[in-house]
């Protein structure tokens, strides 16, 4: 019935209305808007992280392979390097995840 979330207790489905609540329970409900804000900051700048990332394997493969890969896929309309490609951001994307946890 309760989930534990830092030192408070969050009812999981049996919360009454705020209508319902006696005032004791209002003030035990209060969001935490500096804590809030601090987790949307973090969770910004670890966007920023994976997506730097993100492109910096891009352009490492895009290095390391014989052709220019964006070469190929936008001015050639190549589908197997587009696939390759976008193969290898999805790989990339689940290996930043993993560090980033």
């Known amino acids: 019935m309760f989930a534990s979330r830092g030192n408070r207790s969050v009812h999981a489905l ?32 670890y966007a920023f992280v994976g997506m730097a990332l993100m492109f910096i394997g891009y352009k490492l493969f895009d290095a390391l392979t014989p052709t220019s890969m964006q070469e190929d896929i936008f001015r050639q309309g190549n589908v197997a390097a587009a696939i390759t490609v976008g193969s290898f951001v999805i790989g990339i994307a689940i290996v930043v995840a993993a560090a980033l946890r």
């Open 14 to 45: 049996t919360s009454e209305p705020l209508a319902l609540q006696t005032p004791e329970a209002r003030k035990e409900n209060k969001v935490d808007v500096q804590r809030e804000i601090q987790v949307l900051v973090v969770s910004i700048m």
